[in-house]
Structures are given as structure tokens and as C-alpha cells.
């Protein structure tokens, strides 16, 4: 195999076998108790330096003991990707996880209520795009599907712009087009895939000149932020990342994106935030935010965003230590009877309508059966 040839499954698990022994064997010597009290400092930064790139099935436990001795830990045994993926397979294989309930929208929104937070008003149940209204001073959203891909801007029936992209619309024929097209795209796990649609408050930044809402993403462990990112739509789309004490930072990872000076957030806005993400008994959730015209607006919940994958090796590792002691927070926090009160409650309210669905759904099929009886 030469270096322009992709390897097969079968070279690249060899590959990787092959790898994963020599940072064992090298490991192994360099974690001796030999080599750890004549190395020195050098041998200290060079073990510091393979430790960094090490993962959890590359140690053994006497070797976490030395380990801990000198201050050395496993550079991916805490990863925010990998934290994602685990809670992925938790969730596969369990049916749900606590707290991911609220990625559907109206869920979110309900939560929102309860907590008495602002969130955009609604108009109607979801419809299919045909029997959408065109309403100026509204947004038109998938009913599932996250992220801006599929959301319409209507300022007015012939001023109608996507979120994604700015693309405008001056007619409803190219507009549900567009939007049917968006339907049959399955370059992302987040696109919308059925055709119900609902309609809400159109968020502005800026009432006058009509400048839709700034995105304030949220990065959240259980009542702490590690990161916001800002996106601004117009009139392209342009990027901004923050730390929570406010200070502008670089790009934590690969971010295809445009960078501007954006406006950040106020201190009471990141109050807000922390106390709804110690709401949720889940050690991350990204809360997306909208700065209005004055008001920072709820927009949803994001458990597992799309950029998860895009960090910096050091980012990736900030991120996990921020999940990894979000969940001992977490976990405290139960033993020490905290009930969460405001997602009970919401807990209650769904289980309730599950409950009145499924007796309505068995009166249905019972009437069904009488009546075929009876013919």
C-alpha cells in the first residue's frame, strides 16, 4: 500500500493493532519504577508528550497508581467526542437518555414556560408545506430537524429569505421548492425528513432595518459554560466565539467559518443560561439562544451538536474534563435529593398525554372491533 492508497478495513485494523502495542510496549518501559525515579525531568515531558495521545486501553492499573504519583493522566480518557459517542451508544441501547426529550421542539418550548423563560410564540399545530400561511413577521421551521438548514424568514409574502444561506425567495411556487428539496437532502443527521412544518415569531436583532436575531450558542455541563460561539446571518453568515467570562477567543477547532468582531453576550445573559442547563439532569446540553432587539430569546436544545467532531486535541480535552466533572456535580446532586422540580414536572405532563394517547388509540381499536362484530 502506497500513500496515496485508502487502507482496507482488514490493513487499517492491523494498523491500528500494530499502533496500539507500541504505545503499550512504550508505556510499559517508561512507566517502570525504574525508569520514573532515574529519568528525570526529561523522560517526565517525554512520557507527558506519548500520554497525550494515549487512550484508556493503552494503560493498566498498576500504571494508573505511578501515574497518579506524578501527576501524569491518559491525554483521551476524558474527550467531549468521546463522551459524545458514549452517551450515543447508552442511548442505543437503553432507548433514551435524560434530558434529550427536549430536543423536540415543543418539548423545549414547554420546558421553557415552566422555567418562565422567553421563548418565540408559536402560531398552530405543524402542517405540510402547502397549507403553510406566508405571515409576515414569521419563521417557518421543520417540526423535527435542528440547525438552519429549512428555516424560512418571511418578512413578506415576496421577501422571503433562507436562514441557512440567505438565499431569497420572491414567490411561494420557488419557496416550497426549495423547501421540498430540503426534504429529499440527507447530507445531515439533523435535516428535516418529514413534511410537517410549523410557524413562529420571527426574532429580530434589529427591529428597524429587519435584521433577524443573533445565534448565541451555548456550550453547557450541567450549569457551567464552557464556550459560546455567536453566529450572525446577515447579511451573510459570519462567526465569533467567546469564553464565559466574555473575552473573545479563537476558533476551537475547525470551523469553516467567517470570523467577525460580534457583539458577545451581557453577564446576566450567561445567569440565565447556567440556571437553565442546572435544570436538566444531563451533564451537557448546548443551549441556542437568539439576541433579540434587546431580549435574548430561547431558540432549542442541542445535546449532540453537529461540530462535535471539529475540536482542537486541547479543546477536545477541555470539554471532556467540563463533562466529566459536570456529571460528578450531577451525581452529588441526586445522592443529596435535589428534584429537580421544573423537569419533573415537564416529565409528568408528557407521561400524562402518553398515557391519555395510548388509552384514546385502544378505545379507538376496541370501538373498531365492536363495530365489525356488529356488521
Not at 443573533?214 to 455541563?221: G, H, I, M, Q
Request: charged residues 30%; glycine residues 8%.
Amino acid at each position: 500500500m502506497n500513500d496515496q492508497q485508502v487502507p482496507s478495513a482488514q490493513e487499517a485494523i492491523e494498523l491500528m493493532r500494530r499502533a496500539d502495542q507500541a504505545v503499550q510496549r512504550s508505556l510499559s518501559r517508561m512507566l517502570s519504577p525504574e525508569a520514573l525515579q532515574n529519568g528525570g525531568e526529561e523522560h517526565l515531558a517525554q512520557l507527558r508528550e506519548l500520554l497525550s495521545v494515549a487512550s484508556p486501553r493503552h494503560v493498566r492499573d498498576v500504571q494508573l497508581h505511578r501515574m497518579r504519583k506524578h501527576k501524569l493522566y491518559v491525554g483521551r480518557s476524558l474527550s467531549f467526542m468521546g463522551s459524545i459517542v458514549a452517551k450515543t451508544e447508552v442511548g442505543r441501547l437503553s432507548g433514551s437518555l435524560p434530558g434529550w426529550v427536549l430536543t423536540k421542539k415543543h418539548i423545549g418550548y414547554e420546558f421553557m414556560d415552566i422555567l418562565d423563560v422567553r421563548r418565540p410564540e408559536t402560531f398552530g399545530p405543524a402542517k405540510p408545506f402547502k397549507d403553510v400561511q406566508l405571515t409576515a413577521g414569521t419563521v417557518i421551521k421543520p417540526s423535527a430537524g435542528s440547525g438552519s438548514k429549512g428555516v424560512y424568514l418571511v418578512f413578506s409574502e415576496d421577501e422571503i429569505f433562507h436562514a441557512k444561506d440567505g438565499e431569497q425567495f420572491a414567490d411561494r411556487a420557488s419557496l416550497e421548492q426549495h423547501a421540498q428539496a430540503i426534504l429529499k437532502d440527507r447530507s445531515s443527521a439533523t435535516s428535516a425528513k418529514r413534511d410537517l412544518w410549523k410557524v413562529e415569531e420571527l426574532i429580530l436583532s434589529d427591529t428597524e432595518h429587519r435584521r433577524p436575531a443573533v445565534d448565541l450558542k451555548f456550550w453547557c455541563f450541567y450549569g457551567k459554560v464552557g464556550f459560546v460561539s455567536e453566529i450572525n446571518r446577515h447579511p451573510e453568515t459570519r462567526w465569533d466565539f467567546w469564553s464565559p467570562e466574555g473575552e473573545r477567543i479563537d476558533a476551537p477547532g475547525r470551523w469553516n467559518a467567517v470570523r467577525y468582531e460580534g457583539a458577545g453576550f451581557d453577564p446576566e445573559h450567561l445567569k440565565l443560561v447556567e440556571r437553565i442547563s442546572a435544570e436538566i439532569p444531563y451533564p451537557f446540553m448546548r443551549v441556542d439562544m437568539l439576541r433579540g432587539d434587546g431580549e435574548l430569546v430561547f431558540g432549542e436544545f442541542t445535546p449532540r451538536p453537529g461540530s462535535s467532531n471539529v475540536f482542537t486535541p486541547e479543546w477536545d480535552r477541555k470539554l471532556g474534563e467540563m463533562w466529566g466533572l459536570a456529571e460528578n456535580r450531577l451525581q452529588k446532586d441526586l445522592i443529596k435529593g435535589k428534584e429537580f422540580s421544573a423537569y419533573r414536572v415537564l416529565r409528568q405532563r408528557i407521561q400524562r398525554r402518553e398515557k391519555s394517547a395510548r388509552a384514546s388509540a385502544r378505545s379507538k381499536k376496541s370501538s373498531g372491533g365492536d363495530a365489525g362484530k356488529k356488521a
